[in-house]
């Protein structure tokens, strides 16, 4: 486990507190001069809602408090080889089972980080409004085209050095129906052993195997 891991035996809790974030306005101009130019060589980037995690404690009984505020996705997306605006926002990663075999997704050449990258399919961001459960079993449906009957387990609030992201990971038990890559999130899925996953793996999907162990 890396030292910003908070393993859990609860679900974690958002709070959406203050009005929406922004970057230090000195980094504001470059921050926009650098998405105006991303749009331009990339038409999927949506400049949609996301939240900002200002803050993240343990609670004391098994669960973990994420105090977040609403921001706009460019300020997140503009890190990938521009100004470090300081966002870090809220996303959600799950497992999903085909008896002892697990979803394996590759990251599509035009997302923002870890491109070409194999993780466990599926993940993505919490909106305002939604809970990490309800948010991972969305991209579960929408990413995947699969469901399932259990209700999501919460294993860890992790922060991704990488993307420089605060994740909440599920095990989301077994899965129903066929997977498919629906949104383009993915350009391809693969159903595999867990000693012999497909390669590049993201960083996170080595911590996510390591919580199921």
Known sequence: MASRDILLRRPAVVQVTGDHW????ALCDAAERRWALMCRH????????ILQVIGVHRNGHGGAVLH????????YAVQTDGPDCGCRPLGV??????????LMGRRAAWTTFH?????????????SGDSPESAILK??????????STVPQALAVCFDDQATSWEVMFDLGEAT???SCTTGEYD?????????LPTPPTPMARRMLALLS
Do not use: I, Y
Request: hydrophobic share 35%; net charge negative.
């Open 22 to 25: 922004r970057p230090e306005p």
């Open 93 to 102: 990663k799950g497992v999903v089972r085909r008896g002892t075999q697990l």
């Open 139 to 148: 991209e579960l449906h929408e990413e995947t085209g699969l469901s399932t």
């Open 42 to 49: 990339n038409p999927h980037l949506f400049d949609g809602e």
């Open 188 to 196: 391809d899925m693969h159903w595999a052993n867990p000693a012999d």
């Open 177 to 179: 129906g066929e997977a």
């Open 115 to 127: 491109a070409g990258a194999w993780e466990f399919a599926p993940s993505g961001g919490v909106q």
């Open 68 to 75: 977040v505020r609403p921001c706009a996705f460019r300020w």
